[in-house]
């Protein structure tokens, strides 16, 4: 390999070519396409196919799946239930949330933009609407969201139960931009809810974990559409680390990504502007030259570091321009499992650094990059940005590696600076742990209680994050 022609964009290293680094060189996998299972074969014995989640780190049996098609579908499937249910989305959360040997209910036929308010821009959406696809009616109509995730194939409905966000000082997460719930009980009863109506419940139900009943719809508040410039660079790692409060505060948008046992940092940054599009990207053969890195740093995991460091040294500043879902959606073709847990901000600095000295120091074998984003605070209970804005950090491993040795050695890192873990992600922590970072845990106990007496909205998962008290 010319290790002299070694150089690649940001979407590439981070987005698509970082992810497939390992890939050629792990135990039982194979660059071939695996063959389509039989659909009769993948049945289980009651004749309901399994479910899976996107990644594969969680998987399940259940007795039955149901796709209401319309809201009074749903009420009365729920009415007349019996058993426990679990409802999913776009099946991207990491952690149990989902799984269930009873009935599973997909919200996917609940899709599409209801409405646009014209006085207050809010927007009436399906809950089980990707945010992918909002993008395009809203701008058609002149609006665009707030902020959003870069990844855009979520379910609003599981992307608000899990506080799922993207970046920026002074924006929220997906939840904290609701001013509207719909929501159908255990018992298939329709119950709304906003700061104006069932306010108690609207503080729960922002940030559910999908334990309090169906969101069928949701309003959300948008803006005037707008476009943004993307800037990208490779700086040193203590130069990052310094610079990481400056930056968050000059720009609408500031993230880093930190590659393990590299001295670099790539910062990241969206601001609006008036800019024409950029015209779109190329694709290059970057995934082939990190296989060949990859063949390199198996035979060769002493030149690791090296290897890294040289890779993250040639990537050239990048910008782009465009819509703002364009620019703010990325792509994830190679799949991967997560741990993330938000910090006070003020601690993010000085959590990643010690994330990465443990890294180095005990010469843990990852290359998957780690993403760092802000986050503003808000409201919501059981939310990770509660009461105080927050510096979320995202750890990640291939699909098919071990990251359970990963995660355990770095999560008490995550603890030793009050971090709260992103409840669709994957962490350790229990009813007692969880109940000590969240001063309104009680309260949301309580609701729940109310809507659910039976627990019937409760897999074993749940049980144990809300504790005998639920």
């Known amino acids: 390999m010319n290790l002299s022609k070694f150089r690649l964009s940001r979407r590439d290293l981070l ?10 060189s792990v135990v039982g996998c194979s660059s071939e396409a695996p063959e389509a299972p039989d659909v009769q074969s993948a049945l289980g014995e009651n004749g309901v196919l399994p479910w899976s989640n996107w990644s594969g780190n969680q998987s399940c049996q259940p007795a039955r799946r149901e796709v209401p098609r319309t809201e009074e579908a749903l009420c009365e499937l729920l009415k007349r239930s019996t058993g426990r249910v679990r409802f999913v989305g776009s099946s991207h959360s990491f952690s149990p949330l989902v799984p269930t040997p009873d009935m599973l209910v997909s919200l996917a036929a609940l899709r599409g933009v209801i409405s646009v308010d014209a006085q207050t821009g809010d927007a009436s959406i ?33 992307a608000i139960a899990t506080s799922t966000h993207g970046t920026g000082a002074t924006l929220g997460s997906m939840s904290s931009d609701v001013t509207r719930i719909r929501l159908v009980t255990a018992h298939g009863d329709i119950v709304e809810c906003s700061h104006d109506q069932n306010e108690d419940l609207f503080n729960a139900a922002r ?7 169906a969101v069928s719809q949701v309003v959300v508040r948008t803006r005037a559409s707008y476009k943004l410039r993307e800037r990208t660079w490779m700086m040193p790692l203590q130069e990052g680390l310094e610079r990481a409060a400056q930056l968050r505060d000059q720009h609408r948008h500031f993230e880093m990504y930190a590659l393990p046992h590299c001295d670099y940092i790539q910062g990241i940054t969206l601001d609006e502007t008036d800019a024409p599009d950029s015209p779109p990207g190329v694709l290059n053969n970057a995934e082939a030259e990190f296989r060949k890195a990859a063949k390199i740093i198996d035979a060769l995991p002493f030149l690791r570091s090296l290897i890294i460091n040289f890779a993250a040294g040639s990537v050239d500043p990048e910008e782009r321009t465009g819509r703002s879902y364009r620019i703010l959606g990325n792509v994830r073709n190679m799949r991967f499992n997560e741990m993330e847990y938000t910090v006070p901000a003020e601690h993010g600095p000085a959590c990643l650094a010690e994330i990465l000295d443990t890294i180095r120091r005990d010469d843990i074998d990852v290359i998957f990059p780690l993403e760092y984003r802000y986050v503003q605070a808000d409201d919501i209970w059981l939310s990770p940005f ?15 590696r071990d990251y359970q040795k990963y995660f355990a050695a770095i999560e008490p890192i995550f603890w030793k600076y009050q971090g709260r873990p992103h409840p669709g992600k994957i962490h350790t922590l229990q009813a007692k742990q969880l109940a000590a970072l969240y001063p309104r845990w009680d309260d949301f106990l309580r609701i729940r209680r ?10 074993d998962h749940l049980q144990q994050v809300f504790g005998a008290a639920a």
């Open 386 to 400: 509660f009461d105080r804005p927050g510096c979320a950090i995202s750890c990640h491993n291939f699909h098919d």
């Open 126 to 158: 399906w809950a089980g609407t990707r945010l992918a696809q909002l993008g395009e009616p809203l701008w058609e109509q002149g609006r665009g969201l707030i902020n959003q995730p870069d990844i855009d194939t979520q379910a609003l409905a599981g």
């Open 15 to 24: 987005k698509t070519a970082a992810l497939s680094v390992a890939a050629n």
């Open 450 to 459: 109310e809507l659910d007496p039976k627990g019937r909205l409760l897999n």
């Open 207 to 213: 940030t559910s974990f999908g334990a309090l009943g």
